[in-house]
């Protein structure tokens, strides 16, 4: 690596194209590569946002990461005889040249390839918060901001409070049949009521988070209660304990208000119904979540349990996440049989009659919730365990610095006899101004390059696209998302000329790192 100061003004004569002092490139893991034109065929996005992915895991596959220098015959020759058409589908090889068409579907970028960065880490850049009352980016309606973080409530919401109203709009006509159909507004209110005191619980994680300064990107209430999502993780278990047994706390504390409430009210109307409901529904929320298994908050407390006593989070994580998956196919198939024998309450069903079918289906979601939320724990545990791996200086490709009225030939030897693999268009002073997009390269055809300014192939760099070369991690991936694009311009703490950051790059070394087992 180049540690050396310099004037932060590379040459621009094309005589040898390296900073400053900067070692020959052997191969060595942290230097860039020279320019592989082919690595990426595909146009540029230029500095607009990406089509954004939803939510989890995309399950990209890749190749393995790129940095190190390749071989002579990985080098561009101009003039050199076109290759044979690839497959379709086929990704490019080493040695491939830009005679080949870019596809016309826009190229992905770390965030979009993998969205869950923008769940874990890993941070989104901010962006303009839709009025209340409009869609959100969750695709959930925004109905307000407590304590500056927006709650959005899912389309799935409606259905579940339909369901709600139904349901206990038929219990309310056995005890209060003088109610007729305005029972449905009563237990409209119950479904408004029962949320709201699982926001409560939301709102509980949100402030032991902010207090603990983990940022909290968003809380949504959708089909089976509420999500915070916090976009970091505890840096103790303590913490971590303390962060996952608030939510049940403050759900057994409403569950002793709503008790109260019912002391000063008169048993056997509306308002006492409403209060004996809400008192139960949430003394249900606080024991279920309080089973010991991911996603639930007894799992992330038994997580920070295992982590105190063996001290790695990982195994935290391993443990809750399997106790989460068995607690999963306990529900499956137990839930159903304790509601057929009465032992949670209610009367003694004949298997094979409806309510028989509504108590399996009912345990299949629940379980199934559960199941995919601990795998998706796990996952986001091993994304955390492998993102320091991710390093810009290790990923930067070697970078030529070339006037913008140069033709492409000529940059292309240049970056050739250089042993770079990727080209800056710098004025007269020799300050950078913007990149060559490497996906307009493989557009043009070899016999048209001496004739091509590489100033019609280059994207402006704008201020987000200048990042540092000691970035790394969520870090790394941060700044990356406040600016999508392909190419990056890496700098050094002088202002001196790094390289290039390709976001293919970027992808292919995350998904390499994934794939390995923790």
């Known amino acids: 690596m180049d540690e050396s100061g310099g004037s932060g003004r590379p040459r621009s004569d094309g005589t040898d194209g390296r900073r400053p002092n900067a070692p020959e490139d052997t191969g060595h893991p942290e230097s860039p590569r020279p320019v592989d034109t082919a690595d990426s065929a595909r146009p540029a996005q230029g500095g607009s946002e990406g089509a954004k992915g939803a939510e989890g895991t995309s399950g990209t596959s890749g190749t393995s990461g790129p940095s190190g220098a390749d071989s002579a015959d990985d080098t561009v020759r101009p003039q050199a005889p076109e290759e044979a058409p690839r497959p379709a589908g086929e ?55 407590p304590f500056g973080v927006p709650v959005y409530v899912a389309p799935s919401w409606f259905l579940v409070a339909a369901l709600i109203t139904w349901v206990f709009g038929g ?29 409560v619980h939301e709102l509980a994680h949100t402030v032991a988070a902010l207090r603990f300064k983990l940022p909290v990107r968003r809380i949504q209430l959708q089909f089976f209660g509420g999500v915070s999502e916090i976009e970091k993780e505890s840096e103790t278990p303590g913490r971590e304990f303390i962060l996952a047994f608030v939510g049940p706390l403050l759900s057994l504390v409403l569950a002793g208000v709503f008790y109260a409430g ?105 379980a199934a919730i559960i199941w995919t939320g601990a795998g998706n724990s796990l996952r986001m545990a091993r994304l955390r365990e492998h993102l320091p791996e991710l390093r810009a ?53 070899e016999h048209r390059r001496p004739w091509v300014t590489v100033s019609g192939l280059a994207q402006d760099i704008t201020e987000g696209m200048r990042i540092s070369a000691e970035l790394a991690g969520e870090e790394l991936l941060d700044t990356l998302r406040a600016t999508p694009a392909t190419e990056y311009l890496v700098v050094e703490a002088s202002g001196e000329i790094y390289g290039v950051l390709s976001a293919t790059d970027v992808e292919r070394a995350f998904v390499k790192a994934m794939a390995r087992p923790s």
Not at 92 to 119: C, F, I, S, V, W
Not at 136 to 144: C, E, K, R, T, V
Not at 181 to 195: I, K, T
Not at 290 to 296: E, H, V
């Open 393 to 445: 200086r290790a990923l930067t490709r070697r970078a030529v610095p070339v006037e913008s009225h140069t033709p492409l030939s000529e940059a292309l030897r240049r970056a050739n006899d250089a042993g770079a693999r990727a080209l800056v268009v710098v004025d007269a002073d020799g300050d950078p101004m913007s990149v060559v997009r490497e996906a307009a390269i493989v557009g043009v055809p």
């Open 91 to 145: 990704p490019p090889r080493p040695g491939d040249r830009l005679t080949k068409a870019p596809r016309d579907t826009p190229e992905k970028t770390p965030q979009d390839t993998h969205p869950e960065y923008a769940h874990a880490s890993h941070g989104p850049a901010p962006k303009a918060t839709p009025p209340k009352g409009q869609k959100g980016p969750g695709g959930g309606l925004l109905m307000g901001r």
């Open 171 to 199: 219990q309310l006509d056995r005890v209060l049949p003088e109610l007729g159909n305005a029972r449905y507004l009563v237990s409209l209110f119950f479904a408004v009521a029962f949320y709201a005191s699982v926001l």
């Open 262 to 366: 019912m002391k000063a009210v008169e048993p056997g109307t509306v308002p006492g119904v409403l209060l004996a409901g809400l008192m139960i529904s949430n003394l249900i929320v606080a024991a279920f979540n309080l089973l010991p298994g991911l996603p639930l908050d007894g799992g992330r407390m038994l997580r920070a349990v295992v982590w105190k006593i063996t001290g790695k989070p990982m195994s935290g994580t391993v443990a809750a996440a399997w106790v989460g998956r068995a607690l999963a196919i306990s529900v499956l198939i137990g839930l159903p049989i304790l509601n057929q024998s009465g032992a949670l309450g209610g009367e003694t069903q004949d298997i094979g009659g409806m309510d028989t079918v509504t108590d399996a289906l009912l345990a299949a979601i629940l």
